[in-house]
């Protein structure tokens, strides 16, 4: 089984940190009752969508070099298809959530176009009364536009503090991805130069024996046991030359 100090599973709590979160202002956007706050919710969900979809494309990246020798890697077939269907399960999540917002999005333009056509218009009628019958309603109106000018302020203040937190988030996943590779590609060189030393020993064996051939076939008896006792002593320093150095 797989450690739980694997690279992609690090990855993937990071990454279902942040479904989590996007589900939660998902929930939130759906209730939301106020235009402004509806709006910024929206952003907000979008913008999560297409962080979450980079970091899956990453670790879907990953997933492919590992398939090419999973033994390598210390996992099976079953264990990639595994990791295969938690990342597709994840970009179903992130897409009936874009989706949904997206197509909210659109509704609200076109219901916002009208509606603002007929608020500027009662406005207007409304001032333009209030200016001629009563002058206190004029600052009354002035304190209600600073009051939702400081409102809206507020809510993207905290929009930006969300999505600088959301930046560092994706940096870090960024910085584990990085480190993935730079594992994968260390692995991958360890195992040519292993690959490498085996066919020099292997040459080196075959050389050892070809002259052990020829040899016994020129010596005598006696001479055959003391030069297989002399090849047995240089196998021997051979082989611990080559596994303890």
């Given at each position: 089984m797989p450690s739980a100090q694997d690279p992609f599973y690090v990855v993937k709590e990071e990454i279902q940190e942040s479904i989590d979160k996007l589900q939660?202002?998902?929930r939130q956007w759906e209730k939301a009752a106020d235009d402004g706050e509806r709006s910024n919710l929206s952003k907000e969900v979008?913008?999560?969508?297409?962080?979450?979809?980079?970091?899956?494309d990453e670790l879907?990246?990953?997933i492919s070099v590992a398939s090419r020798d999973p033994s390598l890697y210390g996992i099976d077939e079953v264990e990639l298809e595994n990791r295969r269907r938690w990342t597709s399960d994840a970009r179903s999540k992130v897409s009936t959530a874009k989706?949904?917002?997206e197509a909210g999005t659109r509704s609200n333009i076109a219901n916002n176009a009208n509606l603002n056509g007929m608020r500027r218009e009662l406005m207007r009628?409304?001032?333009s009364h209030q200016s001629a019958s009563d002058p206190y309603a004029t600052q009354d109106n002035d304190d209600f536009i600073e009051s939702e000018s400081d409102r809206q302020m507020l809510l993207i203040k905290r929009q930006d503090e969300e999505l600088d937190e959301l930046s560092i988030s994706v940096q870090r996943i960024g910085d584990v991805g990085l480190t993935?590779?730079?594992?994968?590609?260390a692995q991958e060189k360890i195992?040519?130069?292993l690959g490498n030393e085996m066919d020099s020993t292997s040459n080196r064996l075959d050389f050892v024996q070809k002259k052990v051939a020829m040899v016994m076939k020129k010596a005598s008896a006696?001479?055959?046991?003391?030069?297989?006792?002399?090849?047995?002593?240089?196998f021997i320093f051979l082989f611990i030359l080559v596994f303890f150095t």
């Open positions: 939660s202002t998902f979008l913008t999560s969508c297409e962080s979450i979809d980079w970091q899956v879907d990246k990953a989706k949904a917002v009628l409304t001032n993935i590779h730079d594992e994968l590609v195992v040519d130069e006696k001479g055959q046991i003391m030069m297989i006792l002399g090849l047995l002593v240089l």
